[in-house]
């Protein structure tokens, strides 16, 4: 049996799918399972990833066959028919996508069958299995991004022709990653300087075209362990091969690694790409400097904790570390890793900074977690809101960066790219010099 875990930040599968789906413009979730489902989607997730909101095809509105005692004995097949006849009529979109919770799944209903009559009737629509005790939030974003692609061809043509300069950008999960809206932009910023274009399919500008191109792009990036099947799915597919990553680049000097890497499989003008990282690698080193006063004045060079998503604390334990120079004590994994990612992780990150003992922790329980951070010593705390209280009793500044973020507005900030590690350092500073959390 396993353990209970307190303060869970990690949801289930079905949660993970529906933000993942009501974060494509265009697209319209439905939720075959029970209300309260979409509530807890709403009410746990959403409205905790930095109070951005839910959305048009999210939050209370979020279409739901709400499951009751009657469809677990008869059946829920004539009402997810009903639901989705309904749903048609007063959510316009593009496509719309059908996931099943844990209820609907021990049943048995015929929802492919649903959601072919839904076809016939000349809408697009796909059905994905999304029964939240068959994982996290992780995933769920990983099975609904294979579910689309597997059943694309229900939505839209398939453009196949390959582009040499085009790449597909995966393991940002949406709302799980509280800044994605601007990780996202910020990547992609990257590529359009060095002439590549880089398909985010999240957010604005997200659409059913922009995922029609996935097929015909020369190369996948994954940026979490997560999106790591859905790279491979592709390479047996469609033939795209991929580079993995494990977290998205912070700041000039990782961005441009990563684009290095990037070019070598794609055809670009190397000296450009040149160009625009020494550009970047210069604009941000004048930016440091310009805070090197106040870095020394008010003690910036703090042991630190920094707990979250691997996919989020890989970049900015590097950043922190060089070039801010500041001393790792804790960190702390929360999302649910393999046991390989997580010796492959401990052995690259052990050696980071010479001279300081880091140790490195692969834990889900708030309260352990809070524990943890009480007796370590550390100078500052970066987290999430969970964490707040310990910072508080430990009279250090707070910096809440990693899923739930209950105390901060987050639209389209972002630390991914070649700014932002001065984001990063932006925020950083509010905190120590303001003595308070963001």
Same mark, same amino acid.
């Given at each position: +049996?396993?353990?209970? $875990?307190?303060?869970?930040?990690?949801?289930? +599968?079905?949660?993970?799918?529906?933000? @993942?789906?009501?974060?494509?413009?265009?697209?319209?979730?439905?939720?075959?399972?029970?209300?309260?489902?979409?509530?807890?989607?709403? /009410?746990?997730?959403?409205?905790?990833?930095?109070?951005?909101?839910?959305?048009?095809?999210?939050?209370?509105?979020?279409?739901?066959?709400?499951?009751?005692?009657?469809?677990?004995?008869?059946?829920?097949?004539?009402?997810?028919?009903?639901?989705?006849?309904?749903?048609?009529?007063?959510?316009?979109?593009?496509?719309?996508?059908?996931?099943?919770?844990?209820?609907?799944?021990?049943?048995?209903?015929?929802?492919?069958? +649903?959601?072919?009559?839904?076809?016939?009737?000349?809408?697009?629509?796909?059905?994905?299995? @999304?029964?939240?005790?068959?994982?996290?939030?992780?995933?769920?974003?990983? %099975?609904?991004?294979?579910?689309?692609?597997?059943?694309?061809?229900?939505?839209?043509?398939?453009?196949?022709?390959?582009?040499?300069?085009?790449?597909?950008?995966?393991? /940002?999960?949406?709302?799980?990653?509280?800044?994605?809206?601007?990780?996202?932009?910020?990547?992609?910023?990257?590529?359009?300087?060095?002439?590549?274009?880089?398909?985010?399919?999240?957010?604005?500008?997200?659409?059913?075209?922009?995922?029609?191109?996935?097929?015909?792009?020369?190369?996948?990036?994954?940026?979490?362990?997560?999106?790591?099947?859905?790279?491979?799915?592709?390479?047996?597919?469609?033939?795209?091969?991929?580079?993995?990553?494990?977290?998205?680049?912070?700041? %000039?000097?990782?961005?441009?690694?990563?684009?290095?890497?990037?070019?070598?499989?794609?055809?670009?003008?190397?000296?450009?790409?040149?160009?625009?990282?020494?550009?970047?690698?210069?604009?941000?080193?004048?930016?440091?400097?310009?805070?090197?006063?106040?870095?020394?004045?008010?003690?910036?060079?703090?042991?630190?904790?920094?707990?979250?998503?691997?996919?989020?604390?890989?970049?900015?334990?590097?950043?922190?570390?060089?070039?801010?120079?500041?001393?790792?004590?804790?960190?702390?994994?929360?999302?649910?890793?393999?046991?390989?990612?997580? %010796?492959?992780?401990?052995?690259?990150?052990?050696?980071?900074?010479?001279?300081?003992?880091?140790?490195?922790?692969?834990?889900?329980?708030?309260?352990? $977690?809070?524990?943890?951070?009480?007796?370590?010593?550390?100078?500052?705390?970066?987290?999430?809101? $969970?964490?707040?209280?310990?910072?508080?009793?430990?009279?250090?500044?707070?910096?809440?960066?990693?899923?739930?973020?209950?105390?901060?507005?987050?639209?389209?900030?972002?630390? %991914?790219?070649?700014?932002?590690?001065?984001?990063?350092?932006?925020?950083?500073?509010?905190?120590?010099?303001?003595?308070?959390?963001?």
């Amino acid at each position: +049996m396993g353990a209970a $875990i307190a303060i869970n930040r990690n949801s289930c +599968m079905l949660h993970g799918a529906v933000q @993942t789906v009501k974060s494509i413009t265009g697209a319209v979730p439905v939720i075959h399972s029970t209300s309260g489902c979409g509530v807890q989607q709403y /009410v746990g997730v959403s409205s905790l990833s930095g109070n951005a909101g839910s959305g048009d095809t999210g939050g209370l509105g979020l279409p739901s066959t709400n499951f009751l005692e009657r469809q677990v004995v008869f059946g829920g097949t004539s009402r997810l028919r009903e639901q989705l006849k309904n749903t048609v009529k007063v959510k316009s979109g593009d496509f719309y996508v059908v996931l099943t919770g844990c209820t609907p799944e021990l049943v048995g209903d015929d929802v492919p069958a +649903m959601t072919k009559e839904l076809q016939e009737q000349s809408y697009k629509a796909v059905h994905i299995s @999304t029964p939240g005790f068959k994982g996290s939030v992780h995933q769920g974003y990983t %099975a609904a991004v294979l579910g689309i692609l597997r059943q694309f061809d229900k939505l839209s043509a398939v453009l196949s022709e390959r582009d040499t300069r085009r790449v597909n950008i995966f393991g /940002v999960i949406p709302e799980q990653d509280v800044f994605w809206r601007g990780n996202l932009r910020g990547l992609q910023n990257g590529f359009a300087e060095i002439g590549a274009e880089a398909n985010v399919l999240f957010g604005p500008g997200s659409s059913l075209d922009e995922w029609s191109r996935i097929f015909s792009a020369s190369l996948n990036l994954s940026f979490s362990v997560h999106s790591l099947e859905i790279c491979k799915w592709l390479e047996q597919q469609a033939g795209i091969p991929y580079l993995h990553f494990d977290g998205y680049p912070v700041g %000039a000097w990782q961005t441009a690694q990563l684009l290095r890497s990037a070019a070598e499989k794609l055809e670009l003008d190397g000296r450009k790409l040149e160009e625009s990282i020494a550009r970047n690698l210069n604009e941000e080193r004048y930016y440091i400097l310009q805070l090197l006063d106040a870095y020394y004045r008010y003690g910036f060079q703090k042991s630190f904790a920094l707990i979250g998503d691997s996919s989020i604390v890989s970049g900015l334990l590097q950043f922190l570390v060089d070039p801010l120079g500041l001393i790792p004590r804790i960190i702390v994994l929360t999302d649910d890793l393999p046991r390989d990612t997580q %010796a492959s992780l401990s052995k690259s990150w052990t050696g980071l900074s010479a001279g300081s003992t880091l140790e490195i922790i692969f834990e889900q329980d708030g309260q352990k $977690i809070e524990e943890l951070v009480l007796r370590s010593g550390i100078g500052l705390l970066i987290g999430s809101s $969970i964490e707040q209280s310990a910072a508080q009793r430990l009279n250090i500044p707070f910096l809440p960066v990693s899923f739930p973020v209950a105390d901060r507005t987050v639209l389209n900030k972002g630390y %991914a790219g070649f700014t932002g590690g001065l984001t990063l350092l932006e925020d950083l500073g509010s905190v120590i010099i303001g003595g308070t959390a963001l």
